[in-house]
């Protein structure tokens, strides 16, 4: 396994990110718990989730999975670096009107102690906001986020899905108040998705944010299966999308079998293989899944293979500001 620090922090990472959307929905308990202990047997310690993740099933049931796991011992929290988010909805109705979507100070110290409990944790090592609002100020934010620090109920902030001038205004209001502010940012990124790629990735580096992208193959569309039209897999919905984009993802599995790799592996790989990326998501329904996903450490893309991925998958033309004018 290969680490990296997580941003500016001390916090060192493994380079790929576990996430746990799947667990309940989608894989059962049984086969969660399987593919977290394949995880720390490999060496990955970056493991990702949300409170409202659960779904069909209910909000917090992923947490609640992950908190059974930590239960049984072994050393399995203490090897963890732990990530969840705030800002759904949880459907609490003690929250009254305060349970919508958003952030608040109110709902950043109600939702926090839920996870803790959900998770069967005094801590999380890095606490997300799912989503930016607004409307609630920074001086609200920042205070509530420090209080939780100091409290250890959190070591670090992250953000998630923030434009790149979110990213610069909470920096700039945490240095205001002597704080470390952000040290993440959770970002759609993948070969049919680069937009990143004009100010995110570069305000996020320059600014000292690890980028953990989400959704590097593009829900299943950058997968293996996507032209198969597998029955259960998750290209099986996306019947519009891949004959969007067919050509492309034709001319993808065409250069991945020369290099001899599936298509997933290669997507992932390339998108480690950005300097601002932390560590990509990725999000395993069974344990096969799980260790094929380990080979992307193994793939490196020379300078050809880089080309032509750029020629079948266009970036949009630079960073910021260059991208905008002459």
Not at 14 to 20: A, E, F, M, P, Q
Not at 107 to 134: A, C, F, N, W
């Amino acid at each position: 396994m290969e680490y990296s620090y997580l941003g500016k922090s001390g916090l060192k990472v493994s380079r790929i990110c576990l996430g746990t959307m799947n667990f309940g929905p989608v894989t059962d308990e049984k086969e969660s718990f399987r593919i977290m202990d394949a995880a720390l047997d490999a060496g990955l310690n970056f493991f990702d989730t949300a409170n409202v993740y659960g779904f069909k099933v209910g909000v917090g049931a992923t947490e609640e999975i992950i908190g059974r796991w930590f239960k049984q011992g072994g050393g399995r929290r203490e090897k963890v670096v732990l990530a969840t988010k705030v800002y759904g909805k949880m459907h609490d109705e003690t929250d009254g009107p305060n349970d919508e979507g958003g952030l608040s100070a109110y709902k950043i110290r109600r939702h926090l102690e839920g996870s803790l409990k959900r998770l069967q944790t005094d801590h999380v090592e890095l606490y997300q906001m799912h989503h930016e609002d607004s409307r609630i100020s920074w001086d609200e934010l920042w205070g509530a986020f420090e209080v939780a620090v100091q409290q250890g109920k959190i070591g670090y902030v992250g953000s998630s899905n923030f434009a790149a001038w979110h990213i610069a205004i909470a920096q700039k209001e945490a240095e205001k108040r002597h704080f470390l502010g952000l040290v993440s940012e959770q970002h759609k990124y993948s070969l049919l998705c680069r937009e990143p790629e004009l100010e995110v990735l570069p305000a996020s580096k320059e600014l000292g944010l690890g980028v953990i992208p989400w959704s590097p193959l593009d829900g299943g569309l950058l997968g293996r299966n996507a032209l198969k039209k597998i029955e259960g897999s998750r290209s099986g919905g996306n019947a519009e999308r891949v004959e969007k984009h067919k050509q492309q993802l034709e001319q993808f599995a065409s250069l991945c079998e020369e290099l001899g790799e599936p298509q997933d592996v290669v997507a992932l790989a390339w998108v480690l293989a950005n300097p601002s990326v932390t560590a990509p998501i990725i999000g395993p329904r069974t344990s096969e899944q799980f260790e094929s996903s380990l080979r992307i450490l193994d793939v490196k893309l020379d300078e050809s293979t880089m080309k032509r991925l750029d020629e079948i998958f266009p970036g949009p033309g630079g960073a910021a500001p260059k991208a905008y004018a002459w």
